[in-house]
């Protein structure tokens, strides 16, 4: 298509590479594609891209595929777009990824396509052999795939050690999956684990690398994150509670589940014990429930 062995080039490459038409329509879906969103070349070829497939948000949660899409852009002006946005993966949940699109031109120099090239920020050959060693570890949790709370226990003793010694400041995120109970007794259980799992694949797919994710029982997440002051924690609460609201869990062809957390953080105090700064994070969580559900507190 377009005169260009699209295969030959892009065979080899990790990255996600997606083509779009005048028209926005997806003409182009590489392998690399096929593993950072999990849509098949199948079943998006043919589709338009702001047809409930990428549903790019930008770093402050607005929706790119009405106002703001790199695509249109790149076709409008024939300009180059770089941004980091989160897309919409087939399972539900967001994922963060590194994007430049293109224009492309025909023999004529007229813009016939944009072209995008985007690289899921997490996969880093490290991380993975990283992930590899903890499970040989059994210090994943086995429904949601993040880390269970034997592994928070020591993450935590060092963490505390790091902040004696170097100072280095660090918070606690408390995490509720909000009327979980409803669905549960609406949909079973099963549903319910298929929620639990977008839910934690959204929160760790959107923490720093440095920072962990565990979860603390049933319905509970706790996040250990590396952060400076409480202005910056809220920033971070806020940008998660909104990650989770806009990610999804897919029931059935028809039926697509969301659901919201409450979070309630609070930075840690040389001196006090892990018990003390978890209970708090954890009384600001209720807070937040009794808010209204849906929000954080952060204090």
Same mark, same amino acid.
């Given at each position: ?10 065979? %080899? ?46 770093? %402050? ?28 993966? &087939? ?16 023999? %004529? ?129 806020? &940008? ?34 892990? %018990? ?24």
């Amino acid at each position: 298509m377009y005169g260009i062995d699209f295969d030959g080039i892009i065979k %080899n490459l990790y990255e996600g590479v997606c083509i779009v038409d005048k028209n926005r329509k997806i003409v182009f879906w590489n392998t690399g594609a096929e593993e950072i969103t999990g849509y098949k070349k199948d079943e998006v070829i043919n589709s338009f891209c702001y047809k409930d497939i990428l549903k790019q948000l930008d770093l %402050n949660g607005k929706s790119l595929c009405d106002d703001g899409c790199p695509f249109q852009y790149s076709l409008d002006t024939g300009e180059i777009s770089e941004s980091d946005v989160f897309m919409h993966h &087939k399972l539900g949940h967001r994922i963060p990824v590194t994007a430049k699109t293109m224009p492309l031109y025909d023999d %004529n120099k007229n813009v016939i396509a944009a072209i995008k090239v985007f690289t899921d920020t997490r996969s880093r050959k490290d991380k993975f052999e990283e992930n590899r060693k903890l499970k040989e570890l059994l210090v994943v949790d086995t429904l949601t795939g993040i880390y269970n709370r034997r592994y928070l226990d020591f993450h935590l003793e060092n963490i505390v050690k790091e902040n004696k010694q170097f100072d280095v400041p660090f918070a606690i995120l408390f995490f509720d999956i909000d009327q979980f109970k409803e669905v549960n007794d609406t949909y079973g259980h099963s549903v319910g684990d298929g929620v639990l799992k977008t839910i934690a694949t959204t929160l760790k797919s959107n923490l720093r690398g440095d920072d962990v994710i565990s979860r603390w029982g049933g319905e509970e997440f706790i996040a250990v994150v590396r952060i400076a002051d409480e202005k910056s924690l809220k920033l971070l609460a806020e &940008k998660l509670r909104l990650l989770c609201a806009n990610s999804d869990y897919k029931h059935d062809s028809e039926t697509s589940i969301t659901a919201t957390v409450s979070i309630g953080g609070t930075m840690y105090t040389k001196g006090e014990t892990i %018990n003390e700064v978890i209970e708090r994070a954890d009384s600001y969580m209720y807070q937040a429930k009794q808010a209204g559900r849906n929000k954080i507190i952060i204090k």
